[in-house]
């Protein structure tokens, strides 16, 4: 496996994305809405997504590509995860807390991960067994070893209204006298978790697009990412909580109401 050439390759759509990003923020773009009246897409949203598949395709024709907008259309050993534009919320209101994701999974097991913040140019990266960076410096999680004093975050879904578990979760967070921020790019939430600038995080509902890319870069850090009862962490769970790892059970048990 060719792991730098596939490096490589989601360096460059990241930062084909970038620039799709950066031109429809200051030229403007027309947007509609998916599930929900809050559930937005943007041009930057779809055109992102066309740009990093030709790229890929061009590259390494026989790979598949899963992809927020356009999904998934055939099986293979090597899967790219893809979120063109995570936070587009943010992106659409011109708050600047929004990235491009890119995990390669190879024969199911996440090999890299890239999270290029498009806004501010911070990318971080990882790839199996070999570290994580921030602009190619080595980052790790934190240290901090106490929840009161952590800095933690999460993020709802489109319909908490009507699905309001999280809601729970956070108030029992809040209740405690937790810090909890609610940034809105699970992505970056991720990316910040491995640079030791959040202690923790938590969301419920997730997709694949959300974490791929970001899970392999926490764990690369040093840190640790299981499902909500603290199960070893898997693609396609939904709940997922990454942590320094010595935050991770009291955080787990916050969580619960323990
Ligand atoms: C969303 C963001 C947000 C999270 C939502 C995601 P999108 O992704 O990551 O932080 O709370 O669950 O759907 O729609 O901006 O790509
Ligand atoms: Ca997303
Ligand atoms: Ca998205």
Avoid: C
Wanted: glycine residues 12%.
């Amino acid at each position: 496996m060719d792991l730098r050439a596939y490096l490589q390759t989601a360096l460059d759509a990241a930062y084909l994305a970038k620039g799709i990003h950066q031109y429809y923020q200051e030229k403007g773009f027309t947007q509609s809405t998916k599930s929900t009246p809050t559930d937005l897409v943007t041009q930057a949203d779809h055109e992102s997504e066309a740009a990093i598949r030709e790229l890929i395709a061009s590259r390494h024709p026989d790979h598949v590509v899963l992809g927020e907008e356009q999904g998934q259309d055939k099986e293979g050993a090597f899967r790219w995860i893809v979120d063109p534009l995570d936070g587009t919320v943010n992106y659409a209101h011109g708050f600047p807390f929004y990235a491009v994701s890119i995990g390669l999974e190879a024969h199911g097991e996440v090999v890299l991960g890239v999270v290029l913040d498009t806004a501010r140019g911070e990318l971080f990266t990882a790839t199996k067994g070999g570290g994580a960076y921030l602009n190619g410096r080595p980052i790790r999680v934190s240290t901090r070893s106490t929840l009161v004093g952590s800095l933690l975050a999460t993020g709802f879904p489109y319909d908490v209204n009507k699905d309001t578990e999280n809601l729970t979760y956070f108030q029992r967070a809040l209740t405690k006298g937790l810090m909890v921020r609610r940034p809105g790019a699970a992505a970056l939430d991720l990316a910040y978790v491995a640079a030791g600038r959040l202690d923790g995080f938590w969301e419920v509902k997730l997709n694949p697009w959300d974490v791929a890319a970001g899970w392999l870069i926490v764990s690369e850090a040093g840190g640790r990412v299981t499902g909500l009862q603290g199960e070893e962490y898997r693609l396609g769970n939904r709940y997922l909580v990454a942590s320094n790892g010595l935050i991770h059970q009291p955080l787990l048990d916050t969580i619960h109401g323990r």
